[in-house]
């Protein structure tokens, strides 16, 4: 079935290199079979008799999808001897011989296994991307290579990764360049940037149908028409893929769901537009993480005679997801981010320039089956002397308060957060920042020792924060609504998408108004009401539809806080007061002891109302002016005051720095607290070595494109 792959040659190679060798690093075009071909060639040769062999993603898309490819290919029945794992959604078997899973999965699971013992091969794919979990991975396969001697084979897999720099690391193992099958690809620049890569990108695909009717009712100076209609002297030559060039199908890289949708449509019209006869038909396909699995798998189907297929997509068809049939790549020369600054504690949501391995990954996407092209809405000069050569590291540029407190709940003595082997470390600065928030949350004492609390907080599926509010809400009885507010949290995207046409910040300023409104408590709240109304409609599909809520989403919901729920119950052991069947008692007490679990679990997202600004300062990071997001519930009291403190699921920087998902919370809660951060010291808390490991941090960072050059985040599609 997939013997046409170009990896599928090298398996004698491949299989004899990993027989001879504990880890084996192998380079090959996105594409060549990496994803679906290894794990097979490894069952075909023994490897699953004696274990599991794991293969990981970065993105959860991805696992779903290589998964279903391969239980089709082997011709088994997903779920059982080929098998995906991604948070909270497991769908393997004690049949599952082949098992896909995030990379965040993977290191959830050595938590309760740490010699990850029910593996025989790991498979770290798509190195490349260079997520955070898959740097960390790297570090702890290294050291559980030497543990588990000959028993573990462990596999790195990348379609650009610097191999020499990935065999050094794991002391010069071999590295195996599969050469791909790739066609020359023609790039053209733009001359200078468009003022919009949407109406750019449509040009590029289909320039407008009057024009091109004109033109060919008569008009033999098509240079001439073209730019006199479309009124603009910006490019004289329009390329119009669809109409001037031969078969074979145009993706074209946008930056997230909002821009997709927004592209489809009007390439939509104007296939509307086209006269019949004209040109081949077309398809216009969006393809994104947030899409629904059935309307993702559409691309792999390979398009009705005489027609093209436009797919739109983020950069998970850079090296994720192989879209075959692909001959034309519009590349807008931009990817959406999230950067994370440890010292203002506020992400931002950037559309940035893409790096140029990412621009030659898009190009080569024409290559694949015979020569392509790609058309660059950029100038060549942008791309030599703007674009960064390389992506930057995950690690480089999120928040590390949830692996740095992964890393200690580990416990291992050869592991020490602070020198942890990176393959590029974080900066030092954010490494603080990590432990002053795991600090305040109690997840760490004031030497930076795991406590009790922080060793129970790593083995929920959740980011810190929320663990720390479902064990404080255990405590004191309102374990039952934490656990619908951290399910809420967990699918919110989802849970707005279905509010038709606008961008989700637009659609939460207009809730249907039916639905509850936080009861002048913020957005926690909110989630919770609307969850428990749901409830009592006993969970009614025609109930979420009438409410503007996604059905899909909820769904989730529903599911996700049914596996918090046996989570916690499995943690607790007897040592955790579990209390889960007390749904609505609380509602009358104004949601106190919620609120109370949340501004314990949030204590190191707290903001202090600033009433001469009409804003909130944050507390424990540099003091930062913010706003609370006009999508907020949040209501002002009576004498029109907003309330003096309030925690915040999320600080993002967009036009203004606001806050999202916010609660109000009470001046006593937050004194223990604000005495907390007088009490801090950040050199004690990182093992009294701070300086020398700062020094030693900033030593290994100036290798890489420094921070400011480098603005850049996590990509939006995991
Ligand atoms: P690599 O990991 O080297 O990028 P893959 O193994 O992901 O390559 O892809 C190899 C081939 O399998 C490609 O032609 C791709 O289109 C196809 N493929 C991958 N996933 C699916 C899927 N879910 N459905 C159909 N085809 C797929």
């Given at each position: 079935m997939a013997s046409h792959l170009p990896i599928v040659q090298f398996e004698d190679k491949i299989m004899k290199t990993v027989e001879d060798n504990a880890v084996v690093v192998i380079i090959g075009e996105t594409g060549s079979g990496k994803s679906t071909q290894l794990s097979q060639m490894l069952h075909r040769r023994g490897y699953t008799k004696s274990g599991i062999v794991a293969v990981t993603q970065p993105r959860r898309v991805a696992a779903v999808s290589v998964a279903r490819r391969v239980a089709q290919e082997l011709g088994v029945t997903l779920g059982e001897e080929v098998g995906y794992a991604i948070r909270f959604e497991d769908r393997t078997s004690d049949l599952t011989r082949i098992k896909y899973l995030t990379d965040g999965v993977l290191l959830r699971e050595s938590l309760s296994n740490p010699e990850l013992n029910q593996y025989s091969v790991i498979i770290l794919d798509e190195a490349h991307e260079r997520s955070l979990n898959t740097d960390i991975l790297l570090g702890l396969v290294k050291r559980l290579v030497k543990v588990r001697a000959s028993k573990l084979k462990v596999l790195i897999t990348s379609a650009t990764l610097d191999g020499e720099k990935v065999s050094e690391f794991f002391s010069d193992c071999p590295v195996l360049n599969v050469p791909g099958k790739l066609y020359p690809v023609e790039i053209m620049y733009s001359e200078e940037s468009p003022k919009s890569y949407i109406e750019s990108s449509l040009r590029t695909a289909m320039a407008n149908v009057a024009n091109i009717y004109i033109y060919y009712i008569g008009n033999d100076s098509d240079v001439f028409f073209e730019s006199f209609l479309l009124n603009t002297s910006e490019t004289p030559h329009i390329p119009n893929i669809h109409v001037r060039e031969p078969e074979g199908d145009v993706l074209i890289f946008m930056t997230g769901q909002d821009d997709i949708e927004k592209l489809v449509s009007k390439l939509e019209d104007r296939v509307q537009g086209l006269e019949e006869g004209s040109c081949m038909d077309a398809i216009i396909l969006p393809l994104h993480g947030s899409l629904p699995p059935e309307l993702q798998v559409r691309v792999f189907s390979p398009p009705p005679p005489n027609c093209r297929r436009f797919i739109v997509a983020t950069n998970i068809a850079e090296t994720s997801l192989t879209v075959d049939g692909v001959v034309y790549v519009i590349d807008s020369g931009y990817v959406k981010q999230r950067q994370y600054n440890p010292s203002t504690g506020m992400y931002s949501l950037d559309i940035v320039q893409i790096s140029k391995v990412q621009a030659n990954q898009r190009a080569g996407r024409a290559g694949r089956t015979r020569p392509g092209k790609c058309y660059r809405l950029y100038s060549s000069e942008a791309y030599e002397?703007?674009?960064?050569?390389?992506?930057?590291?995950?690690?480089?540029?999120?928040?590390?308060?949830?692996?740095?407190?992964?890393?200690?709940?580990?416990?291992?003595?050869?592991?020490?957060?602070?020198?942890?082997?990176?393959?590029?470390?974080?900066?030092?600065?954010?490494?603080?920042?990590?432990?002053?928030?795991?600090?305040?949350?109690?997840?760490?004492?004031?030497?930076?020792?795991?406590?009790?609390?922080?060793?129970?907080?790593?083995?929920?599926?959740l980011e810190p924060s929320l663990s720390r509010t479902l064990m404080e809400a255990n405590e004191n009885g309102c374990l039952s609504q934490a656990l619908t507010v951290a399910a809420m949290l967990s699918a919110e995207t989802t849970l707005l998408a279905a509010q038709s046409g606008k961008s989700n910040e637009k659609k939460r300023k207009h809730p249907p108004p039916d639905l509850p409104d936080g009861s002048g408590w913020g957005d926690h709240v909110q989630l919770l009401q609307i969850f428990e109304q749901w409830d009592q409609n006993d969970f009614d599909i025609g109930w979420c539809k009438d409410n503007g809520l996604q059905v899909r989403g909820m769904m989730f919901v529903k599911d996700v806080r049914r596996q918090l729920s046996q989570l916690m119950q499995k943690i607790a052991k007897g040592s955790l007061n579990v209390r889960?069947?007390?749904?609505?008692?609380?509602?009358?007490?104004?949601?106190?002891?919620?609120?109370?679990?949340?501004?314990?679990?949030?204590?190191?997202?707290?903001?202090?109302?600033?009433?001469?600004?009409?804003?909130?300062?944050?507390?424990?990071?540099?003091?930062?002016?913010?706003?609370?997001?006009?999508?907020?519930?949040?209501?002002?009291?009576?004498?029109?005051?907003?309330?003096?403190?309030i925690v915040y699921h999320e600080l993002i920087a967009t036009s203004r720095p606001f806050m999202r998902n916010v609660c109000a919370v009470e001046m006593a809660w937050v004194s223990p607290i604000l005495?907390?951060?007088?009490?801090?010291?950040?050199?004690?808390?990182?093992?009294?070595?701070?300086?020398?490991?700062?020094?030693?941090?900033?030593?290994?960072?100036?290798?890489?494109?420094?921070?400011?050059?480098?603005v850049a985040g996590v990509p939006d599609d995991r």
């Open positions: 002397e703007e674009f960064l050569d390389v992506t930057v590291p995950e690690i480089q540029r999120s928040s590390l308060a949830g692996s740095v407190l992964y890393l200690k709940s580990l416990d291992l003595p050869d592991i020490d957060i602070l020198k942890f082997d990176f393959l590029d470390p974080p900066s030092f600065e954010s490494l603080e920042d990590a432990l002053k928030q795991l600090h305040l949350i109690d997840a760490i004492d004031d030497t930076g020792l795991i406590t009790r609390v922080g060793q129970t907080m790593a083995e929920l599926p889960t069947n007390e749904r609505y008692k609380e509602r009358q007490r104004g949601y106190k002891n919620l609120r109370k679990a949340l501004c314990v679990g949030y204590a190191n997202k707290l903001a202090e109302r600033m009433v001469q600004h009409n804003g909130y300062r944050t507390i424990g990071f540099k003091p930062q002016l913010v706003q609370v997001h006009p999508s907020s519930t949040l209501k002002t009291d009576e004498d029109g005051m907003f309330p003096n403190y005495k907390k951060l007088e009490k801090l010291d950040i050199d004690k808390l990182s093992g009294g070595s701070g300086r020398s490991i700062r020094e030693e941090s900033e030593k290994k960072v100036t290798s890489l494109p420094k921070k400011e050059e480098a």
